[in-house]
């Protein structure tokens, strides 16, 4: 089988206080086995939602989760428990996803004492391990989370949910809080660890560039909803959603004298998901919109193989 | 998964170039380093007291606690007369040689009976404030953890009993099921569960959110392993606090209620009792009510300053 | 030759801290001249926010102290006026643009309030005329006039920050610090704040001090960029010669750490190894122990500044002729 994950109109409604609110609204995307997929949007979107959906930290309010051909969304308790043996997640904030009164090994070796897992011996043997293998020297072992900058914490995470031996790991803006140098060191590492296991990577980020650079496809979201799926070489040389487009065109390009580019700049700012928009929900912001934007939300189409948009234009 | 784990091993030693200088593993040692097995929380805790002792004030009110402490433990010793020997004839005498802080008036040791009282105020102190941080932690810690319904339900009966003020429901306590010591101390507990109960609630609501709760989640740790391994060490800091705080509080109470009669029975020293009872001489003998207020004063303000100094190196914030 | 609106020279500012004596800006010279807008980049703990609030005396004391230096803007040392005389400058002749612009706002008052009264108290307008000049303000960062009467919580993130613009900007002043502008935003919102900026700058002709993390936002919006590293500044240049022809093992490597958008790179060359720990900073260059090219000397030496071609200035033993430098 292809895809090691199948998520089929997936939703995700919260129930707020000043109404519903669709974080994730009606989404369907597949994740290949062995590929990295980026899901790129702005806050709000709805792309964490969806990372933590996918693994059930939160429960969908509908829809169909498929992970290595199962129906994990018909799993009991028990049976899910097992199942994150094979998934797991790298958070973003290296400084609040570690539990600050336990030493890195503790932290390391957290998984094993869920599953019981290893006599002492062992398991100390397998932390010190996990540690080479993310690149932290062993002499940390004892060390606890605030002796170490961002960078290392944000390995301790990456040991963490290897630990388990996963074949999919959700890395939810795993570089974003860190600097642009230590940021590079972690995306090599996400990547050679990629090669070396085997994994399967869902990676959500705000930043373009780094989703680009390291997806082999990637799905851009805006208000809860998938607007274009395709490779990342297609994304950037043929964005077809107007808000792709706008979105790559926003980016500050680090070069100076290249050619200048068409720059699009967004009216306003993106609506609230509680109450979207009828019809499209890019139309509030759309220097495209037409009447029947506003009525009918666009399906989603392929445009050219491996290429989805949901837009009226194509 | 052995063999499997071996391989990420010597396959990470073909790309040397990859990891940063610093980073790079040592050499696997095949006999684990001995700081390995010792696995203590010395980081945090040795952190807050250093940062403590810095804190002159806190490091007085420690001392005094200690003595206090100290006193109450080795009371047989250090009691110059029995607690409870009276001396008809030298009834209300003033402090002097025999007696260093004179006799009340029943003619007993007074600094005999302060010694072995700050057994009793003790006790009463700590069990009492045992009591409310387990009930109320327990309160707490569910309301916090579960939220919803049960939340609800379990923080209305904490603002029922917190409308009544606790020294009312301890005199109602005890006037129901009579004095003596233990009384006092379930008294004393029971009205201050609502405090805890919502300190425990609002730190593990906001414990509760933060990202390490949810990576425990995502490796499959059960509520249990959450709550007990994750939340609960990380919310002690303010339940230390209020703590401290609150063994004066349960002293200055059990104090009270002895003192309108309520609370730990004579022959029994405690401070709040020897206080009302020294309270219609204080014209003639100044001595016998005012030593007790001292050793309550000086108690109250010792463990105040010691809770103050505690919530300052608790508090990472105020770390430079 | 252009005016020196500001010119740092051998600023030295540190932390006493629990931990030890962090100097966080160290022998520090930077210049900027009227009408230009410098970057000054940097990661994490680079000393750009500490530098900035040196220029507006706003170093917290303690644990700061600025224990050295000149900061002379136009003809006066700022660090030898009394505070009184800086709280005139402060707001009016320089003014300074925040990260979160909600710390920098009362929340329990209008924002056109605000702005009204940052204007009586430094132009000596009169309430109708502040008035008028609030409107005017908040209409030029786009923001219709029926909203002055909101409070700061009642505008999203970036609409806080055209706030924070305007505000900065009603006193028309001189120089304008923007401490990290758009880094809270996200990235449609970025743009449109970042072509704000660069509209009301020509239109006013303030000279503006840009501190931020990313080269992208430099590109787009600087005509020069100095690069910092733990506290000191590595290299200058203006954004054409520093884009096409960086000097600094530091600056390549931060150009070696960015992800491209338009070109196919499969791997970054991060920068090795860890921010230098503040109280501990290594000896001769800072940069020494990450820093590929490092010979013997580098680790002993404080490399000195080398004048290369117009106005690019490089502080590195390769240009000292110390170290083989690269090959090309």
């Known amino acids: ?314 | ?320 | 030759m252009a005016e020196r609106l500001l010119e740092i020279e051998n600023l030295r500012v540190e932390y006493h801290t629990d931990d030890g004596v962090v100097t966080a800006v160290d022998n520090l010279k930077l210049h900027l001249n009227k009408g230009q807008t410098l970057g000054l980049v940097g990661e994490t703990g680079a000393g750009k926010t500490t530098t900035a609030l040196s220029i507006m005396r706003l170093v917290p004391a303690p644990p700061g102290r600025i224990v050295s230096g000149t900061v002379r803007f136009r003809d006066e040392d700022l660090l030898k006026k009394r505070i009184d005389d800086i709280k005139k400058i402060r707001g009016n002749k320089i003014s300074m643009i925040f990260q979160d612009p909600m710390t920098s706002l009362n929340p329990v008052l209008t924002i056109g309030f605000q702005i009204e009264e940052a204007v009586m108290l430094h132009q000596g307008l009169d309430r109708k005329a502040a008035r008028r000049r609030a409107a005017e303000m908040l209409r030029l960062v786009g923001i219709p006039a029926e909203r002055e009467g909101d409070y700061p919580h009642e505008f999203s993130g970036g609409m806080r920050q055209r706030v924070g613009i305007a505000m900065a900007l009603s006193c028309n002043p001189e120089l304008l610090i923007a401490d990290e502008p758009t880094t809270a935003l996200d990235v449609t919102i970025q743009a449109q704040v970042l072509e704000l900026m660069k509209r009301l700058r020509e239109q006013f002709s303030t000279s503006m001090l840009l501190i931020t993390h990313d080269l992208g936002v430099v590109a787009e919006v600087c005509d020069h960029v100095a690069i910092m590293y733990a506290g000191t500044i590595v290299e200058y240049a203006d954004v054409t010669t520093l884009f096409t022809n960086p000097r600094h093992p530091y600056t390549r490597g931060l150009f070696g750490s960015i992800p491209s958008l338009d070109e196919e790179v499969t791997r970054l060359k991060p920068i090795t190894g860890l921010m230098p720990d503040p109280t501990a900073l290594p000896s001769g260059c800072r940069f020494h122990p990450r820093c590929p090219m490092a010979g013997e000397i580098c680790s002993s030496r404080i490399p000195q500044v080398t004048e290369l071609d117009n106005d690019h200035s490089v502080h590195c033993m390769i240009y000292e002729g110390l170290v083989p430098g690269y090959e090309e």
């Open chain 1, 1 to 314: 089988m292809q895809n090691l994950l199948e998520v089929r109109n997936l939703r995700k409604d919260f129930h707020t206080k000043k109404g519903l609110l669709q974080a994730v609204n009606d989404i369907t995307f597949d994740v290949r086995r062995g590929e990295t997929l980026g899901i790129v949007g702005e806050s709000g979107c709805g792309k964490s939602t969806t990372g933590r959906a996918v693994l059930r930290l939160v429960e969908p309010t509908s829809g169909e989760i498929r992970f290595d051909g199962q129906d994990i969304l018909a799993y009991s308790a028990r049976k899910m428990r097992e199942a994150r043996k094979d998934m797991q997640i790298i958070f973003q904030d290296p400084f609040a996803s570690l539990n600050p009164r336990l030493s890195i090994s503790q932290i390391i070796a957290e998984p094993f004492d869920v599953y019981r897992m290893y006599g002492p011996g062992e398991r100390a043997q397998r932390v010190l391990e996990l540690m080479r293998t993310v690149g932290l020297s062993n002499k940390l072992v004892n060390a606890f989370p605030h002796e170490l900058d961002g960078g290392r914490r944000q390995r301790v995470g990456v040991a963490r949910a290897l630990a388990l031996n996963p074949k999919f790991i959700v890395c939810d803006e795993p570089v974003s809080a860190l600097d642009v140098s230590i940021q590079a060191q972690i995306l090599n590492l996400i990547q050679d660890l990629q090669q070396k296991l085997d994994l399967t990577y869902m990676f959500i980020s705000h930043d373009l560039s780094v989703v680009k650079h390291i997806s082999n496809r990637v799905a851009v979201m805006y208000l809860g909803k998938i607007v274009e799926l395709t490779t990342s070489r297609k994304i950037f040389t043929n964005p077809l959603h107007p808000y792709t487009q706008a979105l790559l065109s926003a980016i500050p390009l680090p070069k100076v004298g290249a050619e200048k580019r068409r720059r699009i700049i967004l009216e306003g700012d993106v609506p609230s998901p509680i109450n979207p928009p009828t019809g499209c929900i890019f139309c509030g912001r759309c220097p495209f919109v037409m009447v029947k934007c506003r009525e009918t939300p666009p399906p989603i189409v392929e445009a050219e193989p491996d290429h989805f948009v949901s837009c009226y234009l194509l």
């Open chain 2, 1 to 320: 998964m052995r063999t499997e784990t071996d391989d990420i091993i010597q396959s990470s030693d073909e790309h040397p170039g990859e990891l940063p200088e610093s980073l790079a593993p040592d050499e696997h040692p095949t006999v684990l380093p001995p700081e390995f097995a010792v696995n203590k929380r010395r980081g945090q805790w040795a952190e807050v007291w250093r940062r403590l002792r810095k804190n002159r004030t806190a490091m007085f009110g420690l001392a005094v606690v200690l003595l206090i402490v100290f006193t109450a433990i080795f009371a047989d010793v250090i009691a110059p007369y029995s607690y409870r020997t009276q001396n008809l004839d030298r009834i209300a005498e003033a402090p002097g040689r025999d007696h260093l802080l004179g006799t009340d008036d029943l003619g007993r040791d007074i600094l005999s009976r302060i010694i072995f009282g700050a057994r009793v105020s003790l006790q009463v102190g700590f069990i009492a404030v045992s009591i409310s941080i387990v009930l109320g932690g327990t309160l707490g810690a569910i309301a916090g953890y579960y939220g919803g319904r049960i939340d609800n339900v379990i923080m209305r009966i904490m603002d029922v009993l917190l409308a009544i003020p606790s020294i009312l429901l301890a005199i109602a306590i005890v006037s129901a099921f009579g004095g003596g010591i233990v009384n006092v101390m379930i008294a004393v507990g029971i009205s201050y569960i609502p405090v805890y109960a919502r300190i425990v609630k609002a730190s593990f609501i906001s414990i509760k959110e933060q990202e390490f709760i949810e990576a425990a989640r995502a490796v499959g740790a059960r509520d249990g392993r959450i709550i007990v391994r994750h939340i609960l060490p990380n919310s002690l800091a303010p339940i230390i606090v209020q703590g401290t705080l609150g063994v004066a509080t349960a002293i200055l109470s059990a104090a009270g209620l002895s003192f309108i009669g309520l609370g730990i029975q004579p022959p029994t020293p405690e401070w709040g009792a020897m206080l009302s009872s020294g309270r219609h001489l204080i014209r003639s003998a100044w001595h016998v009510a005012t030593f007790p207020g001292l050793a309550i004063m000086l108690t109250i303000f010792a463990l105040n300053l010691l809770g103050d100094g505690l919530r300052d190196a608790l508090d990472p914030r105020l770390k430079q």
